[in-house]
């Protein structure tokens, strides 16, 4: 069921308030620091079976800010970053949950990348140098991470091998998390609309192609046994609102605004509460 009212944390809101001008340097993960509180190491605050996240994918999970192009077109082809990626938001709203052990989300992700790509990432993305498959394999295969969130694709729906090379890319990206032992999280991506005065050009693709590749992504999920996230879903229907006037998505009609952004994490913070959450231990009567 589609959701129009964005659920974000209380502490999330209250970290951000403030900060909506900052933008972060590079593509890396969060820069916060978030103190531990009293209850860190409490056996009976809520607990995850895992901490370390990998989000990996492209300029969606980098972050970029999709109006970064209206006062010069130019701009067009400069990729800014908004001040909270989703990764960013997820990890806050997740050590603001779980405290007892911090949870962190890396941001691989990777502006332009197209899953079924064989241009290598350039210098400012992480893995710099890689194709996509391979740049995966080099995040996954580190021991560094317990789950990946992958939500990639997006950018396949403009190239040749479209969606059928896309499913095939994510699938040996799930393949490969899953040999090393991490639990994946593997996303629809997200509506796109084209807006009515898009600058300064329109970046979205037809959304018979957006359903097309969802539909895949869904069947590869279950095929595969993996979660799915399903992030497309979790927006309202771009066939009965206009996702800009509602602040979700950009002028570019590609890229979400910043509350986009916190409905794509508070969407990938219920999965994983649902299935990574353990609940609080229980002590022990000791015998006398």
């Not at 860190?40 to 999709?66: Q, Y």
């Amino acid at each position: 069921m589609r959701r129009l009212t964005l659920i974000v944390a209380g502490a999330v809101c209250a970290v951000a308030c403030g900060k909506s001008s900052v933008s972060p340097s590079a593509p890396t993960s969060s820069t916060l620091v978030i103190t531990p509180g009293p209850e860190f190491g409490n056996a009976s605050v809520p607990h995850l079976a895992a901490s370390r996240f990998l989000a990996f994918g492209d300029s969606i999970t980098w972050g970029e800010d999709g109006r970064n192009d209206i006062s010069d077109p130019l701009r067009f082809h400069t990729a800014v970053m908004v001040a909270y990626p989703y990764p960013q938001w997820l990890q806050l709203q997740l050590r603001s949950l779980y405290s007892a052990h911090l949870p962190s989300v890396f941001n691989a992700g990777c502006r332009g990348e197209a899953a079924d790509s064989q241009i290598p990432a350039p210098d400012d993305c992480p893995g710099a140098g890689l194709i996509p498959v391979t740049r995966f394999d080099s995040f996954v295969s580190s021991g560094e991470y317990d789950a990946v969130l992958l939500m990639e694709g997006a950018n396949d729906l403009g190239i040749a091998s479209g969606i059928d090379g896309a499913i095939v890319a994510l699938g040996m990206m799930v393949e490969d998390a899953k040999a090393h032992h991490l639990h994946v999280f593997l996303a629809t991506i997200p509506p796109e609309q084209q807006n009515a005065d898009p600058s300064p050009a329109a970046r979205n693709h037809p959304e018979a192609d957006v359903l097309a590749l969802n539909v895949q992504i869904r069947s590869l999920a279950q095929s595969e046994g993996v979660t799915l996230v399903d992030v497309y879903n979790a927006f309202p229907s771009p066939d009965v609102y206009d996702l800009y006037s509602l602040g979700l998505l950009s002028r570019d009609g590609l890229h979400p605004l910043e509350s986009g952004y916190q409905l794509i994490a508070s969407t990938f913070m219920g999965a994983l509460q649902r299935a990574l959450e353990l609940p609080p231990a229980v002590p022990t009567a000791s015998k006398s």
